[in-house]
């Protein structure tokens, strides 16, 4: 499996099979290149410009924008209805949680608001990768996004949705989230190829590419 960190929270999952998935595409009012892609599968966790933007992608792909269990292209996926805040979505509506099934389980959270309650954790299983937002503002902060990890208790957490220089809007800053870590590494490359999982749970970041 090949992740590759395009940038906020956009990730292209490459599964064993070759299938390309696309995670929350963004537009370019956000401050990254926006980059164009030939996916067959795009997940869109809300409809937000920095999250559902889908008119610069290419060829012919699938949206998959409901919180429901889907197999396209031979890819197990389901969509585990959230919220963008503590507030059940009054305040800015709801979330879906995508939870794709390959040789490993992948989570992405989207711009998650709230930690998880036992019903969803329940729905979400079991998780080998997690993509999790970190910036708070918009999402949870460090500190929720921590308890969130610990909750789920993945092998390898990958950070997202966090400030950057590009970015031209506030959100925390990454340090906030790595720090409460010990097991973190950096990672010189925005792609990320997956043979085995650590034995020990670990904090990968990597560079965007937008």
Do not use: C
Request: proline share 3%; glycine share 8%.
């Amino acid at each position: 499996m090949k992740i590759t960190y395009l940038a906020h929270a956009s990730f292209l999952i490459e599964t064993k099979t070759g299938v390309k998935i696309l995670t929350d595409p963004y537009d370019n009012s956000v401050g990254y290149t926006v980059l164009e892609l030939s996916p067959d599968i795009v997940l869109t966790s809300h409809k937000h410009f920095d999250h559902g933007y889908t008119g610069a992608l290419k060829g012919d792909f699938t949206v998959l924008d409901k919180p429901q269990e889907y197999n396209v292209k031979g890819v197990k996926i389901r969509g585990i209805k959230t919220f963008h805040d503590q507030e059940a979505g009054q305040k800015r509506g709801e979330n879906i949680v995508f939870v794709i099934e390959d040789e490993f389980s992948v989570a992405h959270l989207g711009d998650l608001g709230h930690e998880l309650e036992k019903e969803h954790l329940e729905k979400i299983g079991k998780v080998d990768i997690l993509l999790i937002p970190v910036g708070g503002v918009y999402t949870i902060d460090a500190k929720a996004a921590y308890n969130v990890a610990k909750a789920i208790n993945p092998k390898i957490i990958i950070p997202m949705h966090y400030k950057t220089e590009k970015l031209k809007f506030d959100l925390g800053r990454l340090e906030e989230f790595t720090k409460l870590f010990d097991n973190v590494e950096y990672a010189n490359s925005f792609e990320l190829e997956i043979k085995e999982l650590p034995e020990a749970q670990k904090v990968i970041v990597l560079s965007h590419k937008g």
